[in-house]
């Protein structure tokens, strides 16, 4: 049964009619989309086609923060540690040491997140190898490249027109009725194979901290950003997207609340969707802005690393 939301988007089967594991009170796409592809399974040629058509000027935005922007870094991660040397009298090579694909805006792969027992993204329960391919590896996106029309949902903008307060290290949860006023208001009609980027805010905060704030907040990660209620996975669900991605470290709101649920287990393990955080939406939401127009065309392609459990974003807006 094809499920139609309010902005006009047709998803065959709808949320409400997905299967449900009833011990986590979850609904999930374990039959409905490919095992390694997530998502990112709904992307058709014929929308990458229209995408390519929002193109107007050949405006390309980075969407990606410097891999040493966040010191120290968050959940208890290295700093990245690079290396120049010379490999001969002429020749200069580089390394990383310390490297951690998700470290700085990137993109979180099926592997990431298990829902308990029940194991990841269609009920896959195994050890997972490194540096070989293997199932829910990031390396099947990264073949496929994450391609679409991209929808700027811009938060920050809204909370200011309605003159609401907001606080983007605040740790409020933003709920999907918001998100469906941000719709509204921006004059968007979401469609099958968007990439939904939602700009909390978060980069433009972190980057008024002082040394001793950023210190703190990496200790105690504190973001607003998605609830982690059914009614969001509905939302996002039944947008038809096949990514959805924020300005945050966590896309859903840091720390949540159990009794609401996390919004990564319900995406990720159960509805196999790809998931980006830390994307710079600054520059974009401006530029968005400044001609009403909030559709583009995004491009990302992942690292392409055997077995990866995530990767950096590598990813552009293009107007």
């Known amino acids: 049964m094809a499920s139609k939301t309010n902005s006009g988007v047709r998803v065959d089967p709808g949320f409400d009619e997905l299967p449900a594991i009833e011990k986590l009170g979850l609904r999930h796409s374990w039959t409905v989309l490919d095992r390694d592809l997530g998502t990112l399974d709904r992307s058709t040629p014929e929308q990458v086609v229209d995408a390519a058509g929002l193109v107007r000027d050949g405006t390309v935005l980075p969407l990606n923060l410097s891999l040493t922007e966040l010191a120290p870094p968050l959940f208890g991660r290295e700093q990245a540690r690079h290396e120049i040397f010379a490999t001969d009298r002429n020749t200069l090579d580089d390394r990383i040491d310390g490297f951690y694909p998700q470290g700085s805006s990137q993109w979180d ?3 990431h997140v298990r829902a308990r027992e029940f194991g990841f993204f269609g009920g896959i329960d195994e050890d997972f190898a490194a540096g070989v391919d293997g199932i829910l590896g990031i ?8 391609v679409g029309r991209g929808v700027l949902l811009d938060l920050v903008a809204h909370r200011e027109q309605l003159g609401r307060s907001y606080d983007p290290l605040g740790a409020e949860a933003i709920e999907a009725d918001e998100l469906r006023e941000i719709v509204d208001a921006q004059r968007l009609q979401l469609r099958m194979g968007d990439v939904i980027c939602v700009r909390t805010g978060w980069i433009d905060a972190y980057r008024e901290l002082d040394a001793g704030a950023r210190a703190a907040l990496a200790e105690d990660a504190r973001a607003s950003g998605l609830a982690g ?4 996975a509905r939302f996002l669900w039944d ?3 096949i990514a959805v991605a924020a300005d945050n470290p966590t896309l859903e709101v840091a720390p949540g609340d159990p009794a609401v649920g996390s919004l990564h287990r319900r995406l990720i393990p159960m509805l196999g969707f790809v ?3 830390l994307l710079d939406l600054g520059a974009l939401a ?3 802005a400044s001609d009403s127009r909030w559709e583009f065309m995004f491009v990302a392609v992942p690292l392409n690393l055997p ?3 995530g990767s950096p974003a590598n990813a552009v807006a293009i107007r």
């Open 109 to 111: 792969g099926l592997r």
């Open 139 to 146: 390396e099947h996106w990264a073949r496929r490249g994450i």
């Open 229 to 232: 209620s059914e009614d969001m």
């Open 239 to 241: 947008s038809g997207a």
């Open 275 to 277: 998931v980006g955080e």
């Open 286 to 288: 401006s530029l968005c």
């Open 307 to 309: 077995g990866g459990v």
